[in-house]
């Protein structure tokens, strides 16, 4: 069995990533203001602390993922 055809696979999946992903930039960039919100000045960034910005941002790119293989 040889990988080079899953390295072809996972290849093509990479280069569409932008294209995919294009659609999320709202929630992107709300994950991203959380962050720098949450880590302005000196304050620490804490784990979980824009964690619904962070699942809105993963369930986006599931969903990009998920229809452009059907």
Known sequence: MSGQ???LRTRAR???FP?????????A???GRC????S?????????ACAE??????DCFARAAKTAVK
């Open 5 to 7: 055809g899953v390295w």
């Open 14 to 16: 990479l280069r569409r």
């Open 19 to 27: 294209e995919l992903l294009a659609g999320c930039g709202e929630q």
């Open 29 to 31: 960039a709300a994950y």
């Open 35 to 38: 962050v720098a919100a949450a």
């Open 40 to 48: 302005a000045g000196s304050a620490e960034l804490r784990r979980d």
């Open 53 to 58: 910005e962070f699942r809105a941002l993963k």
